[in-house]
């Protein structure tokens, strides 16, 4: 395969950025989309320049470090996927491939395509835990659960932290993330003494560090990786009327 990519390029946070053109040849369909930067990176090197800085880690579509924007997409067209499980034969053969990085005022570029996303740890640090004295791990089903409940729990549990539902909000909505972390403990009966409290806390922080409103768009749902549903910020929304309430 041979493509041509439209990669942004910012060396920095002071600079301005600009989209700069590259040739890519002999791809293989069973290439990642990380690979195939990763050949992008490795001809640069070769040739003296700077190669593109992207995040990544697990590489397994685990970790949520590899986000960025595939032709518009957060990570791509394909549904239910990262950046990361991506591969090269879901676009056609010439095609021109435009990649850049999250678009949202609470996540800087700090180069190229690698954003500063520690606004979502101060969201999980204001109240993403169970701070209650749990005592020694208890005996297995000792706490009973209803089967709806630790499913749900575990879907929201699911949220990998990439950042897509932001990047594709159009209000730069860090509501889906959010109300993921409140909701797989809320869910649980070690998640239920601070329940309001955990919403309050963590929905006040995410309107702090700069994030937009919810309309209900949908787009957040749509491009998550993890197909986290959209009635988990229905839940956060009740929790957190609840402690204002108090």
């Not at 435009?98 to 500063?116: C, G, H, M, N, Q």
């Not at 860090?174 to 972390?181: G, I, V, W």
Request: charged share 20%; aromatic share 6%; net charge negative.
């Amino acid at each position: 395969m041979n493509l041509t990519l439209k990669v942004w390029r910012q060396s920095g946070p002071a600079d301005a950025g600009r989209m700069v053109t590259y040739k890519v040849q002999d791809v293989s369909p069973d290439m990642s989309f990380l690979e195939m930067l990763d050949v992008l990176n490795e001809r640069l090197i070769i040739e003296g320049d700077d190669p593109v800085a992207f995040d990544h880690d697990c590489r397994e579509g685990i970790c949520g470090m590899c986000g960025m924007v595939i032709n518009g997409v957060a990570h791509g067209e394909q549904r239910a996927t990262t950046t990361c499980q991506l591969h090269m034969r879901h676009f056609e053969d010439g095609a021109t491939i435009t990649i850049e990085p999250w678009r949202a005022a609470p996540f800087p570029v700090v180069k190229d395509l690698v954003v500063d996303r520690s606004a979502f740890d101060r969201i999980i640090q204001a109240g993403g835990f169970v701070s209650v004295p749990a005592g020694s791990a208890p005996d297995a089903h000792s706490v009973p659960v209803r089967k709806e409940d630790a499913d749900s729990a575990f879907d929201a549990a699911t949220c990998i932290g990439c950042g897509a539902c932001v990047a594709a909000c159009p209000n730069g909505s860090a509501s889906l993330f959010t109300a993921a972390k409140i909701t797989h403990l809320s869910l649980l009966p070690q998640g239920q003494p601070e329940r309001v409290t955990r919403a309050k806390a963590m929905v006040d922080q995410m309107d702090a560090e700069g994030f937009g409103g919810c309309t209900n768009t949908g787009e957040c749902t749509a491009v998550c990786p993890k197909g986290i549903p959209l009635d988990t910020i229905a839940r956060m929304n009740s929790d957190y009327l609840q402690a204002n309430k108090k």
